[in-house]
């Protein structure tokens, strides 16, 4: 499923879930998109963050990384 139609079906469930209700298949399909939503955000973010370098007021550049733990 593409990005957009992730968004899409997210959006559709949450307007379901306000009128009339989820049934339990459909919050377990609603859980299981917002993660892949948050996985696709944080996966995204990641890679642009791990093209950034820092400059200090030294003149000396970082390249930004990872933090373990």
Known sequence: MDFNQLIKRINELSR???T???TPVEKEEQTKL???Y???VIGNL???LEGL???HP???ITDV???QG
Do not use: P, Y
Request: proline content about 0%; hydrophobic content about 15%.
């Open 38 to 40: 948050r996985a696709l």
């Open 53 to 55: 370098k820092i400059k």
């Open 46 to 48: 990641s890679s642009q």
């Open 65 to 67: 990384k990872k933090q």
């Open 34 to 36: 917002r993660n892949e």
């Open 20 to 22: 009339e209700g989820l």
């Open 16 to 18: 379901k879930s306000k």
């Open 58 to 60: 030294d003149g000396s």
